[in-house]
């Protein structure tokens, strides 16, 4: 038998007179079997109800069913002393989502601290082992071997991929695989802080694709900012002493293919986290790479340039420092993907153009020269 509770005071002969249809309203209330009734609760014929559903001269809240409102305990009514001390409005609020801008300037941070090291060791390398291709793809290969590992712990849970979304990431993974193998070309054949400031026109083709591609109206007054990077970069070419059209040509390949990559990767975004978008771009891009560095490098890294190496550094350094920048261009790359996540493709190019500062400052104090005198005036000047 359900309980049928009254508000006021109920007398016995009031109970009696329950047994009669009543055309009023009147609550039901779950019931608990009989337990402690210390804890605030009232028995009604035998069963125990909580306190908050003991209303006196309060209007009935619930659900209307017919003539009836059927009583429903909400979170207030069920919650503890404590709890129910504390108001709606003062759920926790983690620490990524109370300091959003200072968790964004870490990821720009990291970024730029990680890509200094890759930069660093990746030219050092290239002074005694000049393959750019098979470099590229040691790169992609020791971070897909990293993100596999990552998978297989759970750090971080690897996300199912589709049909549709793989349609998505290819162009993104094609992209990524020809900017980066015409970034280390470059790398090869210049100066670091050359090929830095060549690849500070990325904002510009990124403005150039928001506008044409996207769709996106970009006010003339950006426009304008972005003409002193152009000049710029037009002098430092002019007065580089290590120029060559292979590196210049590399590096502008290098400009278009990645504002391509950040468009199609924030597209990609909608469906899966940054940390698994960029492991199945890594992916995908060591396949596209495998195969030109077999065909352009193959012969001769058999032939004599790993036995070159080697005789130059030593197999363990060389293995090591072939592991080192691997690691630290995944790491630096999955921090700058993490970034585009936070930020408009815009906002991560002109990221890009600082990170370029940084860069050719350590490279200058690492290999004590920069051919190029307005390599850094350049990049000082104001930008969007």
């Given amino acids: 038998m359900e309980s049928r509770v009254l508000s006021g005071a109920t007398t016995i002969s009031g109970l009696v007179r329950l047994r009669k249809p009543v055309r009023d309203t009147v609550c039901f209330a779950p019931a608990r079997p009989i337990g402690a009734v210390g804890d605030g609760g009232n028995l009604i014929w035998g069963r125990q109800l909580r306190p908050a559903l003991i209303l006196e001269s309060a209007p009935v809240i619930g659900m209307t069913t017919g003539k009836r409102e059927i009583l429903r305990p909400t979170m207030a009514s069920t919650s503890s002393p404590a709890e129910g001390s504390d108001s709606a409005g003062d759920t926790k609020v983690g620490f990524f989502a109370k300091y959003p801008t200072l968790v964004t300037g870490f990821f720009f941070f990291m970024w730029y601290f990680l890509n200094v090291i890759f930069n660093i060791l990746n030219k050092k390398i290239y002074n005694y082992f000049p393959y750019p291709y098979f470099v590229s793809v040691i790169h992609l290969f020791v971070g897909v071997v990293y993100c596999l590992v990552s998978w297989g712990v759970g750090l971080p849970k690897r996300a199912p991929i589709d049909s549709n979304l793989l349609k998505l990431l290819i162009p993104v993974a094609v992209c990524h695989a020809l900017g980066h193998v015409t970034s280390n070309v470059s790398f090869a054949a210049v100066a670091v802080s050359f090929t ?189």
């Fill in 196 to 384: 830095h400031t060549i690849k500070a026109l990325e904002p510009f083709f990124n403005a150039a694709a928001s506008q044409f591609i996207l769709g996106q109206s970009i006010p003339l007054t950006l426009w304008l900012s972005l003409a002193p990077v152009v000049l710029g970069v037009s002098m430092a070419s002019l007065t580089e002493l290590s120029f060559n059209w292979t590196g210049f040509i590399s590096a502008m390949i290098s400009n278009i293919s990645f504002t391509y990559r950040s468009i199609y990767s924030k597209k990609a975004m909608t469906d899966m986290d940054s940390t698994n978008i960029y492991a199945y771009i890594s992916i995908i891009a060591l396949i596209v790479c495998i195969p030109p560095a077999l065909i352009v490098e193959g012969p001769q890294l058999m032939k004599h340039g790993f036995n070159d190496a080697i005789a130059k550094v030593g197999l363990t350094k060389f293995l090591s420092d072939l592991f080192w920048v691997g690691m630290f261009y995944h790491l630096y790359n999955q921090l700058a993907t993490n970034t585009l996540e936070r930020v408009a493709p815009l906002t991560h190019a002109v990221g890009n153009v600082l990170k370029r500062v940084f860069v050719i400052g350590f490279s200058i104090l690492v290999f004590g020269k920069c051919s190029s005198f307005f390599c850094l005036i350049c990049l000082l000047l104001p930008s969007p």
